[in-house]
């Protein structure tokens, strides 16, 4: 159920659907989205399936899919329920929603690193190898075709980078796992120093952007980088961490590359706001002071 809204402000979704609410990410989103909009949660049965019970006839709604198979939780075979999810829940609400839009959480391991060069935009080539990379690209595929069968109104794609929320741990992506060894005051190895760097963003700055669209209540069919703006050397972000969390740790710097940072034009033509790596690591540890 979602939090007692103001009945009297002007929605223009009878219902949003959250999913992925169980996870860092996901709870955070509904935390912050549902102060103020009518947000529901859609969580997985017992049997790992999503079933929507509520199909009261709706004039115009919004699926916000944040929940996934990650590559820390999954095997290979298991990357296809990625794709199944997506079109169970499309198929259901389909049934009782005159409108649908879609604002997918998609990934930024849809990218071919190896042939993007030097900066990573939209239409970079794309991986065959990394498969939660390619099941999030399947996804999209699939949006596209919903769309293109009226199943669905519009749909945003939202190709995030690392991202640092409430309760992150570690696993979840490389600077999670930077940061806590810098507060343990561990020694730490990490690659490409000189790299151009913006592959972060908070959870915050993902709600504020999916806030803006939901208010605006209309949106074209895009597929959009996130991260954060201006890029910094890799370095330059991880020295300000040590001093930040005042750390003792020792950096062992391997690689000397210049790496790749990711293109955010379209995203900031759409209205993104995005803020700079060090105010994402500055986020990242208020965030952990209010746990």
């Not at 590559?71 to 049934?95: E, G």
């Not at 190896?114 to 065959?128: A, F, H, M, N, Q």
């Amino acid at each position: 159920m979602p939090k007692k809204v103001n009945k009297n402000l002007n929605h223009h979704y009878d219902r949003i659907f959250i999913t992925g609410t169980n996870g860092c990410v996901g709870s955070h989103l509904y935390s912050i989205l549902s102060d103020d909009l009518p947000v529901f949660k859609l969580l997985r049965n017992k049997n790992n399936k999503y079933l929507i019970k509520n199909k009261e006839r709706m004039n115009r709604s919004c699926l916000i899919h944040f929940s996934s198979k990650t590559p820390t939780n999954s095997t290979s075979k298991q990357f296809d329920t990625n794709q199944s999810h997506l079109k169970s829940i499309v198929n259901q609400l389909s049934h009782f929603n005159n409108s649908i839009d879609v604002i997918f959480a998609s990934s930024m391991a849809v990218y071919n690193y190896e042939l993007c060069g030097k900066e990573v935009r939209e239409d970079s080539p794309k991986t065959t190898t990394n498969l939660y990379g390619v099941s999030k690209y399947k996804c999209e595929l699939m949006l596209k075709d919903f769309q293109n069968k009226c199943q669905i109104e519009n749909f945003i794609s939202l190709r995030l980078p690392g991202i640092l929320s409430p309760n992150g741990k570690p696993i979840h992506n490389f600077l999670l796992k930077a940061l806590d060894g810098i507060k343990k005051n561990q020694d730490i190895n990490l690659y490409k120093p000189s790299a151009s760097f913006n592959n972060v963003l908070t959870s915050k700055n993902i709600a504020q952007f999916i806030r803006k669209l939901l208010k605006k209540g209309s949106f074209k069919n895009s597929i959009l980088n996130l991260a954060s703006s201006p890029p910094c050397q890799l370095e330059e972000l991880i020295e300000y961490a040590l001093k930040l969390y005042d750390s003792k740790s020792i950096i062992y710097w391997q690689e000397k590359d210049l790496g790749f940072s990711i293109n955010i034009d379209l995203a900031l033509n759409a209205g993104y706001s995005p803020s700079n790596p060090f105010e994402a690591i500055n986020e990242f540890k208020e965030f952990n002071k209010s746990i």
